[in-house]
């Protein structure tokens, strides 16, 4: 077990869980975040906006744990929204933010905060999502946690989405609109990143031997 779970520090530092959609990434923050509570440690909670899948406020896992949060339009609000006395601070669906959330995250640290990150690290085409990639990044904890494959029930690392009809990165939703999936299982548009990849890639140029 980290000792970063066990006793507060005198200095602060980031943990990242990610995953792909039902994998228990919120569940494991509010486990985190329950653990801290116990330990009598001042804990705020914060999620974005848009999320509103389950509960305007709370942060609900898909297994219906809940637990109460301060919802934020943008990552700004969690400076302003934040009291003195708080040396926990958990961020869920953290790749709905913009770049911006990265300094935020960084000058919590610096004033000796437990941050706790949980979001998804790659979007419905296999794309690092949002500011995730950098978060990880300088991370000093990293969990990738893995949902089941609901095609053939293997460890599942994808987020499929059913409607491909609608290619907008964002689309909030839940088994309506996404499913779990294995690398063996997960479809997207393979042929079209290549035919991108090419045009991007300079043309090779003869050099002499």
Known sequence: MSPFALAPSLYGHIEVVCGPMFSGKTEELIRRVKRAQIARQRVQIFKPMIDNRYHDENVVSHSAQS?????????????EHLYDSTRVVAIDEVQFFNE???PIVKKLVRRGIRVILA????????????????????????????????????????????????????????????????????????????ISYRKAAPEPTETSI
């Open 67 to 79: 637990i109460e949060a301060q919802p934020i339009e943008c990552s700004s609000d969690i400076l």
């Open 100 to 102: 911006d959330i990265i």
């Open 119 to 194: 979001g998804l690290d790659q979007d419905y085409r296999g794309v690092p999502f949002g500011p995730i990639p950098h978060l990880m990044a300088v991370a000093d904890r990293v969990d990738k946690v893995q949902a089941i494959c609901t095609v053939c029930g293997a460890p599942a690392t994808k987020t499929f989405r059913k409607n491909v009809e609608d290619d907008a990165q964002v689309l909030v939703g839940e088994t309506d609109l996404y499913e779990a999936r294995c690398g063996n299982h997960f479809e997207y548009h393979e042929e079209e990143e290549l």
